[in-house]
């Protein structure tokens, strides 16, 4: 089984799929398994390269939402 670390990005992974529609394809999540961005920020933006969408271009509401997101199971484990 894998870490607490690796459980959680997971999770996030998959609430940012089901909830929010950025499903990654299994190498860019398996990117972000070994090799996570440590703050929430970060970690969107890659999700959201990944997806082949600008950041800087996304609605400040919908990007403050899905940083929300990231810090909630970030915060705990990395």
């Known amino acids: 089984m ?3 670390p690796d459980r959680r ?3 996030l992974l998959s609430e940012l799929c089901v909830t929010y529609g950025y ?3 299994p190498d ?4 972000l398994l070994t090799d996570p961005p440590l ?3 970060a970690f969107i933006d890659a999700v959201l390269r990944a997806e082949g969408r ?3 271009l996304l609605d400040a509401d919908e990007l403050r939402e ?3 997101v990231a810090r909630k199971w970030l915060s705990a484990s990395l």
Do not use: M, N, R, Y
């Not at 860019?28 to 990117?31: C, L, T």
């Open 2 to 4: 894998g870490s607490e």
């Open 9 to 11: 990005i997971t999770a």
């Open 23 to 25: 499903c990654l394809p």
């Open 28 to 31: 860019d999540q398996e990117a």
């Open 39 to 41: 703050e929430a920020d």
């Open 54 to 56: 600008a950041p800087i």
């Open 66 to 68: 899905l940083v929300e």
